[in-house]
Every structure is written in structure tokens, then in C-alpha cells.
């Protein structure tokens, strides 16, 4: 950038300190930026934590505070999935907690008291922070541009794709693994570019880390693997390769296994083998490129080569038979959900019923990316252009990333990173040639072609300096014949103009998206009063508080899986199952029980010691996010296990239709769950009149009869209903009989019709 | 609670005089008040036991069976009442809120007074039948009174009764040394429904007789309500929370007359039991050995301290920890729980009948243990320790030590203790060097260890001379 008109401190020492500090400034403002945009709702809302899971991870990360470690790493915990217990140290990942609790302990000693809820609630801000300028790092590897790097980081500051995961109370696994995800790879591609052990070994250090963090490490355990064995089928292997993959993975691999939870799996399942062969493949290669250097004879090589083919099939081979033969794990199901989006629905609909494990939709990719989406493409073909080792790493990662992102909506995360990075190469260049001010001379660029005229042909780099003479014939068409520049002060404009206008809708884009989609809680509903003010519903936490104060300690709570974080969080009660779906059979017993007769149910709510039921009921308010829409799922999750006992084809009236009015199916009216959810629904409504709002039909005039439960609470606005389980009759008669006789009704003597039949009695 | 401090002043005051466990507030609902005078003995019987018994009409409106929401009595008794209805205070409704509010209930029919339908609708809820018309009488014309029932055969003689099962405390069979014969004149049967695992009858009508509609004019009955053993006399329903009820379908064998009146058995099935002497009934020690199991002298169990431990957790009891709420699996656990008896006066160790045992469940959704509690030798003056020591299941969870004994005239025992049982933690392993087939994999890796230290030195101390320019022909 040796450009005179931009002043004396652009050039030498110091316009190399002062771009330095320049950029620096941009970073930190990146991502101060990144951090404040994730504020919205601490600022609307308050500072608490989201949605079900953070809900988990805060409880843990509290319990790890007060119980140190150990006793963290020895968790059981016996206030879930009663009466089961989780061992919950060994089945969670627990870097997330960890990270808190360290920060939370150096705050401490740095006697900064700060309540362990707010690091955790603004941990994700913090940690989005940190990927932007992993990014930057990231990028600047790929680009020689120092524009590139700071394009990413901003993209990637403040793109809703990622936002969505990490607004500040999202307290999730993912506020920090993306950041690990994004650094992993960067230093993966610094240890390759490099061949350096001591990269290598950080990179194993944080893939560790990530490890400790998320399940999604399985992308980089097998992305690092696919990119050393394109390199290699590339003919691409050196040395740097064999010592930056064989350091990470020994040590990577090594470390992976001290988080109780993968244990042995990097041996023992399917989904690790890639790098297990890779690894196993760049012992050959390597052995065979010393031989050859060794040995010249043109027929040994051959012979290697085809070695080299035969020990990889008969690997291969071995592998299939130790999978076949039940030593390593198949694929689990959700790996092959991946793989055909309609296997979970049929074979695992617990997979199936959770709404980020829908496949996305098309709109999905423009809300989460805005005009990045179509940059990524131009990205990826910059890529091509510049063939380098890293940059086959970023064509692998944009492939496997998109095809992963349209099959599930959550892995839209992962797809995020690398659109941000090939979209900002796509952008710097644009930017790098348009926006120089003075027009280039061709004659110059001919003649001197040495020159490095970064402005234009910036990432043509090296192979393509010396394009004119031989080499051309034999590359790319396109880059045969180099880019000159730009001369037209007009088209210079424009695109600028352009560019910028696309920059500024994306920021304003960025920002409506994050406030009006995802800084909302969901554990506190926000809605418009008539005159544009804002109101509060906040029935969650109005019926957990009341679970809190108005319940035995050790009381269980018996509910649809989604809620039973909140549960054991908010309002620190035993559960019978929550969102870590670990035991598919005790969902399906919680699914029958809500979906049977009260006479088949009872039994069951009685063996599991529960002593309230809580539904979620949407009808009054018209919330669509209710348990009566959500039924359908935990039909076909009990039908998986008692196919006999229910069946999904009963809760459809003849014509197929899912109905809750007059024309519901008897299966569906006498299921416990409609029941719950209806249970004096119509003393809100003149008789005759009761309307639900969320499937708008309009109610049976006579409610359901509740025998075995009592209603015990029912919050503001009825989301949360709430109901006690009754002990058996005191005198042993069943609780139809007891409540017909409280009603008043008298029992029929049947003796006199029917003397008989009377069945005597023997003792 | 004043009844309780009731009940502790009188366990002070006086030792001698047997009290219920459950208080000794005793309402005695009688329409008549003369008849009181005819149950003069039984009243002072019950009086010497030390209830206090307050005598009401079912016609006051006064009566109320509770008070701020608690009971007002700790036990009732229900004369047979002319009227139909019982008033608005002893409805079917408030009877069984006494039961449910642990009051006991004894209830005395005849055939001479029709039962308020406020009562035939309380006992069909117990599932105990009543006959369907209003007047009713048991007869045998094998087993009645010769010298008060020659004509009418409706004084029913009947010998002590048998254990229900022979796994069940006997509290009704007198101290079986001489023929014993209760009398049941004019009284009512009823039937008790086939499903209700609470019903126990006591008294069971015999073979021969039978209950007819004595108002129907028919010389021959068609369709007896019931005959023989499916007839039954006296019944008692114990609730799930021990309320007891007991159904007595005579009231007049507690009156004066019939506690030591003389009869005389008649002939019997064949003749069988011709020329017996005429004998003194044993209706009093009955009525008494009746009412003190319904209002709880008698077959009541109360647990006292139950204690689960580590079995080599310590010796005694001050070093090791009682009752803690988490174990490990695998651990060795001792379990043990007190009951005593209340025996009419006082508390006596508790003894199973030999062919029954107290057993201890270690469940979780279901038993992974059954296990039979003994009693421990160590002797206490009245209570029985049982103890059970076993290992806990390899599987962890949230298990319940659950002692579950429920027995036809014994207070119902369900004892749940809920301790949950962890993994291993990471240290509770054995250590790689403590497992000798680990010593194959220990050698290797210190193998490698001293192998790789041991080429470093040769590497460094070995390096060739005028390395540099060789090295630079090899790349």
C-alpha cells in the first residue's frame, strides 16, 4: 500500500503503527459492538437467563460453585428423571460451567463480587466478542487483505446467525463453542501453513477445550481429518501436514478422553473414526515419501502407491467388520438424521420433535445471513482462484457447513463462521479494486509484473505473479489473463455506493432481526397493549415461584420434557424427565401417562411418586407453544415404546383431522393431557361459549371430569396449569365413585336385578 | 393436640386403666335416652377404659362431629334410630369426613329399627351391603337360643370366631379354654363386597342360617338376602389411614340382658349337638374385645425409630452416621425399624404370627430387594427391633427402603425412607497399579518414557561431526 496521496503517516514505520493501531481501535470496536448488540434483552427484560437449556447450565454452573469441582465432576443428581437420578458430571459437557466458575473465582480474588447469574447471563456477549477477533485471525490467514480480516470479524460480530445463539442470557453451550470452533481452525491452519508442533499442540489444546464445551466438537474431529485427506488425494502431502495433523491428533485425541462424558468414544465409535484413518493414512504416505526418497525406481513407486490403496481398503475393510461386529458403535441416530431428514421422524421421534432439528427453511438462510449469503459463493470461488492449503480448508468447511445447515436449522450455527469469512474475501476484494482512488496504468502492470499491485490482484498471489510468460496456458481461464484495475472514477462510485448501501441495510437488518427475533427470553412473554405499550406475561415464573413456596422440597413435578430444566432451576423441584432426552423409555412413559385414560395414567403418576402434574395450556392467550400442540409428539414418542397401548391414528377423527371441539375423538377427550388443559375452561365463558384461541374452535359445552387430580394452581393468564395428584381413597374405592359421591350422587344398589351375578366372597 | 395431652396426663395419672391410642372423646349417638339405661354395663365398661362418653340425640342440632375444621370426637358410637334421616349433622358425607379425619366408628344395627339411609349410603360406599328392604332378620333354625327364641329362632348362637387367615392375629377368639358362645338376637346381616382388600368380616353368620324380609307374608322365602357364611354379623373396615369402622349387626348383645344371659343351644344340624348344657354367653369380654379394637386399644402397631446405616460404617451408634440421604452402589446397609404393640393398657414388643414376617423393600419403580426384617435378640420392654442388613443394587438411582405391612386388624405400617444411591466417584476406583492386568499397559508406558529419555541423551550426546553440511545434502 504504497499509495502517495493518503498522506506521510500511511507510509513506512509509521504508517505501519499507525495501521496497526488503526486496526486494533476497529477490533475492539468490533467488538464492543458485537457485546452491545446481545444487550437488548437485559435492557428490555432484565437480566436472566433464557429458554430451557441455559436453564440446566446455570444450575450446574451454580452447583460447581458451591460445591467446588470434585463434587461437580461426582454429580449425581437426584432431582431429575426421578427416579432414575442422572449421573450428571459424567453426562454433561462441562467447559461452559467451568469457564463461569474460573471467571467467577478470579473476580472474586480480584474482590470484584459479582453474582455468579450475571457472568453467567452475559457470558455469551463476552465470548462473541472473543470470535470476532478469532475471526479477524482466521481470515487474515486466508487473505493477504488486511480488509478481509476486519470485514469477517465485523460480519461475524454482529450476524444474526450467530446472534441467535448467543444473546446475553442465552447461557448456553454454544456461547462459547463457536468461539473454540472458529479459533480451532484458525490455529489448525496456522499449525498447517507453518508445520509447527507447537501450533499443532494448541490447536489439540483448544480442540480440548472445545471438547469440554460441545457436542458439535464432532465437526472438527472430522473436518481437520476430510481437509488432510483432500490435501493428500490432492497430492498435496508435506511435511508440515504430517507433523501439524499427527501432533493434534495424538494429543488432541488424548485430551478428548479425560472429559468423562467422550471417554472412550474417539476409539469406539463411528463418528471418530475418520481421523483415527487419516492419521493411520499419513503414516503411510509419510513412509512411503522417505522411501521414495530413498529409492528412485519409478516400478517400487508403483508398488507403494498400490500399497498404499490396499492398506487404506483393507482398513476400511476392518473398520466395517468391527462396526458389523459390534465393537465400535454404529452411527448413532442423530448422525444419520443428518443424512435423511425424514429416518428421525419415523425411527427417533424425540430427535424429530424438537423444532431446531427441522430442516431449514429458504427464508431461514436470508433472515440469518442477510446479503452474506450471496457473497459466500463469490467467496468460495476467491478460494478456488487462490488454491493454498487453507483455502481448501475453507471450500471443505463451506460445503460440509451448507449441506449440514439445510438439513438442520440449529446447524446454521456452524455454517455461520465460514460464510462470515468467504463472504468477507468476496467483499475486500470488491472493496480492494473499486476503491482505489487513482486509476492504475496498464502499461506499468505489463511491463513490471512483479509489481505487487495488492489493490487489484491481491489475492492472485504468488503463482499467478509471473502469469504472462509459460505457466498461464495450463491454469485457470480465468486466471489466465490478469486483472489490470478499474479507470472509471464512475463505476468506482457506484459499486461503492452499492456496497455501502448493502453494508448499512445489513447493519440495520442485523439489528432488527437480533431485537424483534431473538432477545427474547421465552421464559417472560412480552405483548402490546392496544396503546402500543409494552406488557409483561409472565406466567412462567408466576407458576414456578409458586411450585417453590407452595410445595414439599422434595415434592416431584411431573411435566412434557421442555419444561423440566425451568422446573428443577426455577423453581428447584424433582422432575421426571427434562430436556437432556438421555432415557427415550421414561419420555415415553411421562408420554402415556399424559396421553391415556385417567384410569390407565393414575397407576403411573403413582409408581414414580408424582405429586404434581404441570401442563403448559396456550387457549386463553392464544400462546401457540402449548402442550396440546405439542400432544401429537408425545403420542407417537409413547407409541414408539407401547404400540399397542397408544396409538396416534386415535387421537385423528375419521377424516384425519386433529381436533380438540366437539368432533375430538374419545381417545383425545378422555386423554389426561386434554383433560388438564381444559378442566374448567368453560367458567371462563358464558355457557356454551368456550373458545380456544390457539386451535380457534370452539369447546364441548360440558368441560372435562377430573377424578384422579385436583387442580392445585392456575397462573394469570393460564399457561401454566398446575394439578395435585390425589392419594388413593381412604376407604378403597376408586376415584370416580369418590367424586360422584362428594357430588352427591348416590351409589345404585345392583343386587336386586341381578342377584346371581353377585360374585361371593372368599377370604 | 388436646387430645393428646389428655391422652399423656391420663397415661401418667393412671397406669392401670387401658386407654385409646387415639384420644377418649367417646360421642354415643342414642335417639332414646331411656335405652341408655339397658347398656348401663356396657357404658361403664367402656367408662372404666377410660372414655369419656357424651350421649347425644341424633335429633340435636347442635351436634356437630367437627370442630375449626378438626374432629370434635375421637370416636363414635351409632345406635339404631327410629327416624329415617339422622339429622343434618350425621350424613353420609360427614361420617366418612370423620373417618378420613382418622375418627373411628363403631355402628350397631337391629332388626327392630330400620337403618337411615344417611347410613345405608355410608356403608355401600365401604362396599358393605345392606339387605334392600327396609326390615330384615337373621335366623337358624340350627343354631338359636332355646330358651329365648323356641318360637322365632332369631337369637343366633354362635361359638367364638377363628383367625380370618392363618397368617392373622386372632383378637376375637376369647382365650379359647372352655366352649365360649356368643348370642346375636334380632340382629341384621349384611354382605361385604368381593373387592375392598380393607373389609374383614369378625363374625360370620353359620352355615344354616339365612336373613329374610320377616314382613313378607310368603310362608317360604324365595330369595334370601344371603345365606350362611356369606352372611356376615359383625365386619370391621379398616381405612388406608387406620380409621376403623366396624359394623355390628346387633345392638342388643350389648345390652344388660344379653352379657351373661343363660342360653341354651338347640338341637343343631342332625342333632349334633343335643343335650348341651345351657351356658353364660360371653357377650361382654366380645363387646369389650369389639370396641376396643374399633377405637384402637387393640391392633394398633406404632413404629418407632427407623435407622438405615453403613453396615462397617462403625461400631456403635455415635461414630457412624444414621440415616444419611445418599449411598454409593454396592454399599453394605443395615436397616432396621421399632414396633410395638398397643395392647389395651400399654405398649408391648411387637411378634408377628410364625407364619408371617415383616419384610423390607429396597425399591425403585420396583423391588430390587424383598428382604424378611428379624427381630433382634437385644430385648426391649415394649417394642421389637427388626433389622434386615443386605448390599444395595449395582444400579443408581433414587431407591426407597419401604417397609409395606398391612394386615387384616393390625394398624396399616407403610414406612418410606427415599436415600438416593450415587456412582462411583472418580476416586473410588481401584487404582491402575491395583489391577494386575494393568501391569502389562504400566510397563509399556514407562517403557516408552525411559525408551524416549534414553534416545534424547543418545540423540544429543551422539551428534556427528561437521553435522551442518551434511544436513543440508539431506534436504
Known amino acids: 500500500m504504497a499509495d502517495s496521496a493518503v498522506g506521510p503517516f500511511l507510509q513506512g514505520t509509521t504508517g505501519r503503527n499507525t495501521r496497526g493501531l488503526l486496526r486494533l481501535v476497529i477490533l475492539c470496536t468490533i467488538a464492543a459492538a458485537a457485546v452491545a448488540s446481545r444487550l437488548f434483552s437485559v435492557i428490555r427484560f432484565e437480566s436472566i437467563i433464557h429458554e430451557f437449556d441455559p436453564w440446566f447450565n446455570f444450575r450446574a ?160 474431529t472430522n473436518l481437520i481429518p476430510l481437509h488432510a485427506f483432500v490435501l493428500i488425494a490432492m497430492g498435496r502431502y508435506s511435511p508440515r501436514l504430517y507433523v501439524s495433523y499427527t501432533t493434534w491428533y495424538a494429543l488432541g485425541t488424548l485430551a478428548s478422553m479425560q472429559i468423562p462424558f467422550v471417554g472412550f468414544l474417539p476409539i469406539s465409535t463411528s463418528e471418530h473414526m475418520s481421523p483415527l484413518g487419516v492419521f493411520g493414512l499419513l503414516q503411510i504416505v509419510a513412509f512411503v515419501e522417505f522411501i521414495r526418497q530413498q529409492v528412485p525406481s519409478k516400478q517400487f513407486q508403483t508398488l507403494l502407491q498400490s500399497l498404499i490403496v490396499a492398506i487404506f481398503l483393507a482398513s476400511v475393510g476392518i473398520l466395517i467388520l468391527l462396526t458389523v461386529a459390534g465393537v465400535i458403535a454404529p452411527w448413532s441416530g442423530r448422525f444419520y438424521s443428518l443424512w435423511d431428514t425424514g429416518y428421525a421422524k419415523i425411527h427417533i421421534p424425540i430427535i424429530a420433535s424438537v423444532s431446531e432439528h427441522q430442516p431449514t427453511a429458504w427464508p431461514a438462510f436470508f433472515f440469518d445471513l442477510n446479503f452474506l449469503i450471496w457473497l459466500f459463493p463469490a467467496g468460495v470461488y476467491l478460494c478456488f482462484r487462490t488454491l493454498k492449503d487453507e483455502h481448501v480448508f475453507v471450500v471443505i468447511y463451506s460445503i460440509l457447513a451448507s449441506y449440514f445447515a439445510g438439513v438442520m436449522v440449529r446447524l446454521m450455527l456452524t455454517l455461520t463462521p465460514v460464510v462470515c469469512v468467504a463472504a468477507a474475501l468476496a467483499l475486500s476484494h470488491i472493496l480492494d479494486t473499486y476503491l482505489l482512488i487513482d486509476s492504475p496504468s496498464a502499461e506499468a502492470y505489463l511491463n513490471d509484473g512483479t509489481r505487487a499491485d495488492s489493490a487489484s490482484s491481491s489475492t492472485v498471489s504468488a503463482p499467478q505473479k509471473k502469469p504472462s510468460s509459460s505457466a498461464a496456458s495450463d491454469s485457470l481461464r480465468s486466471t489466465r489473463d490478469p486483472l489490470v484495475g478499474i479507470y472509471s472514477s464512475m463505476s468506482k462510485l457506484s459499486i461503492a455506493g452499492a456496497i455501502s448501501t448493502y453494508l448499512l441495510l445489513f447493519v440495520l437488518h442485523c439489528t432488527w432481526v437480533t431485537s424483534n427475533a431473538y432477545s427474547s427470553p421465552s421464559v417472560v412473554l412480552a405483548s402490546r397493549l392496544p396503546d402500543g405499550s409494552q406488557h409483561i406475561i409472565d406466567d412462567y415464573r408466576e407458576a414456578y415461584q409458586w411450585l417453590r413456596q407452595n410445595t414439599p422440597n422434595d415434592a416431584k413435578i411431573m411435566s412434557w420434557w421442555d419444561y423440566g430444566y425451568q422446573i428443577g432451576g426455577m423453581a428447584d423441584r424433582a422432575t421426571l424427565v427434562d430436556n437432556n432426552t438421555w432415557n427415550n423409555t421414561h419420555i415415553a412413559t411421562v408420554g402415556k401417562a399424559m396421553s391415556s385414560r385417567e384410569e390407565v395414567s393414575y397407576p403411573i403418576l403413582r409408581q414414580h411418586d408424582v405429586d404434581y402434574v404441570l401442563v403448559v395450556f396456550g387457549g386463553v392467550l392464544g400462546y401457540s407453544g402449548d402442550d396440546i400442540n405439542k400432544f401429537l409428539w408425545m403420542v407417537r414418542i409413547a407409541e414408539g415404546v407401547w404400540p399397542d397401548e397408544v396409538k396416534e391414528r386415535d387421537f385423528f377423527t375419521a377424516r384425519g383431522e386433529y381436533r380438540v371441539d366437539d368432533e375430538a375423538t374419545p381417545t383425545m377427550r378422555n386423554s389426561l393431557m386434554y383433560k388438564m388443559s381444559y378442566y374448567n375452561y368453560n367458567s371462563l365463558f358464558p355457557p356454551g361459549q368456550a373458545r380456544d384461541r390457539v386451535r380457534n374452535s370452539k369447546l364441548p359445552a360440558e368441560g372435562p371430569r377430573l377424578n384422579t387430580l385436583e387442580e392445585a394452581f392456575t397462573s394469570e393468564n393460564w399457561i401454566i396449569r398446575i394439578y395435585k395428584v390425589k392419594d388413593l381413597d381412604n376407604v378403597g374405592r376408586d376415584h370416580a365413585s369418590a367424586m360422584s359421591f362428594e357430588k352427591g350422587s348416590k351409589k345404585k344398589e345392583s343386587t336386586s336385578k341381578r342377584r346371581a351375578a353377585k360374585a361371593l366372597r372368599v377370604e | 393436640m388436646r387430645w393428646l395431652f389428655s391422652f399423656l396426663i391420663l397415661a401418667l395419672v393412671s397406669v392401670v386403666r387401658g386407654v385409646s391410642t387415639k384420644g377418649n372423646r367417646l360421642l354415643v349417638v342414642l335417639e332414646d335416652s331411656s335405652e341408655k339405661d339397658s347398656y348401663s354395663r356396657f357404658w361403664d365398661d367402656l367408662g372404666e377404659r377410660g372414655f369419656e362418653l357424651s350421649f347425644e340425640s341424633p335429633k340435636n342440632d347442635g351436634l356437630s362431629l367437627f370442630q375449626h375444621g378438626e374432629r370434635a370426637y375421637d370416636h363414635i358410637i351409632l345406635f339404631p334410630a327410629k327416624s329415617k334421616g339422622l339429622g343434618p349433622s350425621l350424613t353420609a358425607q360427614n361420617l366418612l369426613k370423620f373417618l378420613n379425619l382418622d375418627g373411628n366408628i363403631l355402628l350397631a344395627l337391629s332388626s327392630k329399627a330400620p337403618t337411615p339411609s344417611a347410613l345405608t349410603s355410608l356403608l355401600l360406599e365401604l362396599d358393605i351391603h345392606l339387605p334392600p328392604e327396609r326390615s330384615n332378620l337373621v335366623v337358624d333354625h340350627f343354631n338359636h337360643d332355646v330358651l329365648s327364641a323356641s318360637e322365632k329362632h332369631d337369637v343366633v348362637l354362635l361359638p367364638r370366631p377363628d383367625a380370618l387367615r392363618q397368617d392373622v392375629r386372632n383378637f376375637f377368639g376369647g382365650d379359647s379354654k372352655d366352649e365360649e358362645v356368643i348370642a346375636f338376637p334380632r340382629g341384621v346381616g349384611h354382605t361385604l363386597g368381593n373387592t375392598s382388600p380393607l373389609l374383614a368380616p369378625v363374625l360370620r353368620a353359620p352355615r344354616t342360617a339365612y336373613a329374610y324380609n320377616p314382613k313378607d307374608e310368603a310362608d317360604v322365602v324365595e330369595e334370601p338376602f344371603a345365606v350362611g357364611q356369606q352372611l356376615n354379623l359383625v365386619s370391621t373396615l379398616q381405612a388406608r389411614n387406620s380409621a376403623r369402622f366396624t359394623v355390628l349387626g346387633a345392638v342388643e348383645m350389648l345390652s344388660n340382658d344379653w352379657f351373661d344371659a343363660k342360653v341354651k343351644r338347640s338341637p343343631g344340624e342332625r342333632g349334633a349337638a343335643k343335650g348341651v348344657k345351657a351356658l353364660k354367653t360371653s357377650n361382654r369380654a366380645f363387646a369389650k374385645e369389639i370396641s376396643a379394637w374399633t377405637f384402637a386399644e387393640l391392633g394398633v402397631l406404632k413404629v418407632g425409630r427407623i435407622e438405615h ?75 421389637t427391633v427388626f433389622t434386615a442388613s443386605f448390599t444395595l443394587p449395582d444400579q443408581h438411582g433414587i431407591f426407597a427402603f419401604r417397609v409395606n405391612y398391612k394386615r387384616p386388624f393390625l394398624t396399616n405400617v407403610d414406612e418410606k425412607r427415599t436415600v438416593t444411591v450415587r456412582h462411583f466417584a472418580h476416586d473410588e476406583w481401584p487404582r491402575s497399579w491395583a489391577i494386575t492386568g494393568g501391569w502389562v499397559w504400566i510397563a509399556g508406558v514407562w517403557g516408552t518414557v525411559v525408551g524416549w529419555v534414553v534416545f534424547v541423551g543418545v540423540w544429543m550426546y551422539n551428534a556427528p561431526r561437521g553435522g551442518a553440511p551434511r544436513a543440508k545434502k539431506v534436504q
Not at chain 1, 69 to 84: I, V
Not at chain 1, 166 to 184: H, K, M, P, R
Open chain 2, 309 to 383: 446405616y453403613l453396615t462397617n460404617g462403625g461400631t456403635n451408634s455415635t461414630s457412624r452416621e444414621v440415616n444419611p440421604t445418599i449411598y454409593r452402589v454396592k454399599n453394605d446397609v443395615t436397616f432396621s425399624i421399632e414396633i410395638s404393640e398397643h395392647q389395651l393398657t400399654h405398649y408391648a414388643p411387637y411378634t408377628p404370627p410364625a407364619t408371617d414376617s415383616l419384610q423390607l423393600e429396597v425399591t425403585m419403580l420396583s423391588p430390587f430387594h424383598r428382604l424378611p426384617l428379624t427381630p433382634s435378640t437385644a430385648k426391649s420392654p415394649n417394642s
Open chain 1, 61 to 220: 454452573t451454580k452447583y460447581l460453585v458451591q460445591h467446588g469441582f470434585y463434587s461437580f465432576w461426582d454429580w449425581f443428581d437426584d432431582r431429575t428423571w426421578h427416579p432414575l437420578g442422572r449421573v450428571t458430571g459424567g453426562t454433561l459437557y462441562p467447559g461452559l460451567m467451568v469457564t463461569s466458575g474460573v471467571i467467577y473465582k478470579v473476580l472474586r480474588l480480584l474482590s470484584m463480587p459479582v453474582d455468579i447469574r450475571n457472568i453467567c447471563v452475559l457470558l455469551a456477549p463476552a465470548f462473541s466478542g472473543l470470535t470476532a477477533l478469532a475471526t479477524y485471525l482466521l481470515t487474515s490467514e486466508l487473505s493477504p487483505s488486511p480488509s478481509a480480516g476486519l470485514l469477517a470479524a465485523a460480519f461475524m460480530g454482529i450476524t444474526p446467525g450467530y446472534i441467535s445463539r448467543s444473546v446475553a442470557g442465552s447461557y448456553d453451550n454454544e456461547a462459547i463453542a463457536i468461539f473454540l470452533l472458529v479459533f480451532t481452525f484458525y490455529l489448525w491452519i496456522k499449525a498447517l501453513k507453518l508445520g509447527s508442533a507447537f501450533w499443532g499442540a494448541l490447536t489439540a489444546l483448544f480442540y480440548f477445550y472445545m471438547v469440554s464445551a460441545w457436542g458439535g466438537y464432532v465437526f472438527i
